[in-house]
């Protein structure tokens, strides 16, 4: 079974299913078993393994403040402490591997064909993650055309705290800029009043999205049963 002919869907069900499973980790041992099971059960999926890796990474920093403040202010206690960090990355770790295969053009295919759901809602979500996808390729090209002005990053703190607000403006008068434009070539193409639109590319159901859906049902039930 090839992943890439795993449907957005499914991996996106993926990534919300253990979220029922999470509020049964209730200990350090339960959750490095459940993480241990998720990893396995969905690394094979990964893409972007870099993505993957600096979103985790944020969950980490998640899971370590949870873990100092409930040791801190839950009685000292190591297990329960692990446990809560474990409990945060156990919810973490599906949409931290598996989010960056979902582009957003084949997710409005199928969330249109599939669920049915209206043409409107379901384009502007999609030209909103493709927005959202761009932010960062304008953010770098602010700060180049700043740096080249002699307004980059550098010096002290102050100086990085002031210019970052000067990029994030920046950023901000660009994305405006270019939602203005979104908007008004949707507009022209008839967006705002189509009742009936084609689609760009088919939303098939394949064999894989089935056994990649069964996996997020296992993972939601797997710490019940294991507690």
């Not at 909103?128 to 002290?156: I, P, T, Y």
């Not at 760009?200 to 019940?224: I, M, S």
Request: charged share 15%.
């Amino acid at each position: 079974m090839s992943p890439s002919r795993i449907g957005p869907l499914s991996v996106l069900a993926t990534c919300l299913l253990p979220v029922a499973g999470a509020f049964a980790i209730d200990s350090a041992s339960l959750g490095a078993i459940c993480l241990a099971a998720e990893v396995a059960t969905l690394g094979w999926l990964v893409r972007d393994l870099r993505a993957s890796l600096l979103r985790l990474s944020l969950g980490l920093v998640a899971a370590l403040s949870v873990t100092v403040s409930t040791w801190l202010y839950g009685g000292h206690h190591l297990n329960e402490s692990l446990g809560a960090a474990c409990r945060i990355l156990y919810l973490v770790a599906p949409a931290a591997l598996l989010s960056p295969r979902i582009r957003p053009s084949e997710l409005g295919d199928h969330l249109a064909q599939r669920l049915h759901l209206p043409a409107r809602v379901v384009v502007a979500s999609v030209a909103a993650l493709r927005r959202l996808d761009d932010l960062g390729a304008e953010w770098r090209q602010v700060q180049r055309a700043r740096r080249a002005r002699g307004l980059g990053l550098d010096g002290g703190p102050v100086r990085r705290v002031r210019e970052s607000a000067g990029s994030a403006f920046a950023l901000l008068v660009v994305s405006m800029r270019s939602t203005a434009t979104l908007s008004m070539a949707m507009d022209a193409r008839g967006f705002a009043s189509a009742t009936r639109r084609s689609w760009a590319e088919p939303a098939p159901w394949r064999t894989g999205d089935w056994w990649v859906l069964l996996t997020g049902l296992a993972l939601a039930v797997l710490p019940w049963l294991l507690r």
